[in-house]
């Protein structure tokens, strides 16, 4: 018996994939799950991931329940778990935008379990690259070099070029964090190599791990190094790149970083062309990250007369 059921995210009902209460679970199931699990993966790559979260978790224990209480095939349960680890995954990820960086490994350590029952290291890679990003964020240089490493080790000769990049540029971020200029770079340049390498079908995940990625990672690992205007023009670069319409809320974030960037570099006037752009797609993006980025950017320029505009627009829009 089939039971419809729904959750409230984004101001209106979403519906949780049709699952049995009781019987067999099949491949038609699955199917319905990675529907649902791909909506989730438009709405953050156009909005970001603020009420998401907990949207995502109780999708999860949606599937959960059905896997419970339902019998099933082998080939069923490996996809099962599959499924159910690509979802903790992104959940993990919302969380981590939301700054829930405690409920983010909570749903990365529950999806690297499914990842090891489903025999999947390219999974398991997935969830370390993130993990990587995340002890960047947190200033842990040498931890997010160790994790990106391992995901890369595990997932030698098998993985898709820009799982590869990725990878590398998460290497990269972890050596900017501990100020390694020169081992910065050579995973950069690692990096921009795997890319040129481009395979056809890329998982749906992968989608924004394109020039445009590398460019704004590079942006952020100049930063880190305190190459403001170089990493300014990455910035630019991936603002300039083809995919950005489709992923509203990097747009927005490469527009704060941007904005940050132009102002520890002394170029004020640009900085704030910037900052209104981050501004004007603010109403439609929900990243607690990147907005705490631009409200620290504005907090920059609460004693500086010529951005009384920007900063009375903030505080209007906020």
Same mark, same amino acid.
């Given at each position: *018996?089939?039971?419809?059921?729904?959750? +409230?995210?984004?101001?209106?009902?979403?519906?949780?994939?049709?699952?049995?209460?009781?019987?067999?679970?099949?491949?038609?199931? @699955?199917?319905? +799950?990675?529907?649902?699990?791909?909506?989730?993966?438009?709405?953050?790559?156009?909005?970001? %991931?603020?009420?998401?979260?907990?949207?995502?978790?109780?999708? @999860?224990?949606?599937?959960?329940?059905? *896997?419970?209480?339902? #019998?099933?095939? %082998?080939?069923?349960?490996?996809?099962?778990?599959?499924?159910?680890?690509?979802m903790c995954a992104? #959940?993990?990820?919302?969380?981590?935008?939301?700054?829930?960086?405690?409920?983010?490994?909570?749903?990365?350590?529950?999806?690297? =379990?499914?990842?090891?029952?489903?025999?999947?290291?390219?999974?398991?890679?997935? @969830?370390?690259?993130? *993990?990587?990003?995340?002890?960047?964020?947190?200033?842990?240089?040498? /931890?997010?070099?160790? @994790?990106?490493?391992?995901?890369?080790?595990? #997932?030698?000769?098998?993985?898709?070029?820009?799982?590869?990049?990725?990878?590398?540029?998460?290497?990269?971020?972890?050596?900017?964090?501990?100020?390694?200029?020169?081992?910065?770079?050579?995973?950069?340049? =690692?990096?921009?190599?795997?890319?040129?390498?481009?395979?056809?079908?890329?998982?749906?995940?992968?989608?924004?791990?394109?020039?445009?990625?590398?460019?704004?990672?590079?942006?952020?690992?100049?930063?880190?190094l305190g190459d403001?205007?170089?990493?300014?023009?990455?910035?630019?670069?991936?603002?300039?790149?083809?995919? +950005?319409?489709?992923?509203? =809320?990097? /747009?927005?974030?490469?527009?704060?970083?941007?904005?940050?960037?132009?102002?520890?570099?002394?170029?004020?006037?640009?900085?704030?062309?910037?900052?209104?752009?981050?501004?004007?797609l603010l109403p439609?993006? =929900?990243?607690?990250?990147?907005?705490?980025?631009?409200?620290?950017?504005?907090?920059?320029? /609460?004693?500086?007369?010529?951005?009384? /505009?920007?900063?009375?627009?903030?505080?209007? *829009?906020?």
């Open positions: *018996m089939y039971c419809r059921k729904f959750v +409230i995210g984004f101001g209106t009902l979403l519906a949780l994939p049709a699952l049995p209460e009781s019987g067999r679970l099949g491949m038609s199931d @699955i199917a319905r +799950i990675r529907g649902a699990e791909a909506r989730l993966v438009r709405f953050d790559d156009e909005h970001g %991931s603020a009420q998401l979260a907990e949207v995502a978790a109780r999708y @999860i224990e949606h599937v959960e329940h059905a *896997m419970r209480h339902c #019998t099933y095939g %082998s080939r069923v349960q490996t996809s099962l778990h599959r499924t159910l680890g690509e992104q #959940t993990g990820w919302l969380s981590y935008d939301s700054g829930e960086h405690d409920q983010a490994r909570h749903w990365w350590d529950a999806g690297l =379990r499914y990842a090891l029952l489903a025999r999947d290291s390219v999974l398991q890679a997935r @969830i370390w690259s993130n *993990m990587a990003r995340q002890a960047v964020d947190l200033g842990h240089g040498s /931890e997010a070099v160790a @994790i990106a490493r391992a995901a890369l080790d595990a #997932t030698r000769n098998r993985r898709h070029p820009r799982l590869s990049a990725l990878l590398h540029s998460r290497v990269a971020l972890g050596h900017s964090v501990s100020r390694e200029k020169g081992r910065c770079g050579q995973s950069l340049h =690692r990096a921009e190599q795997e890319l040129d390498r481009e395979a056809a079908d890329t998982p749906p995940w992968l989608a924004f791990c394109g020039p445009d990625e590398l460019a704004g990672q590079a942006a952020l690992c100049f930063y880190n403001y205007l170089r990493a300014a023009q990455a910035d630019k670069d991936a603002l300039a790149g083809a995919q +950005i319409t489709q992923f509203r =809320r990097n /747009e927005f974030a490469t527009h704060v970083s941007l904005a940050r960037n132009l102002l520890a570099a002394g170029e004020l006037d640009e900085a704030l062309v910037s900052g209104h752009q981050a501004l004007d439609e993006v =929900r990243s607690p990250r990147w907005a705490a980025h631009l409200d620290r950017f504005r907090r920059d320029l /609460e004693a500086t007369p010529a951005a009384s /505009e920007f900063v009375d627009r903030h505080q209007e *829009m906020t």
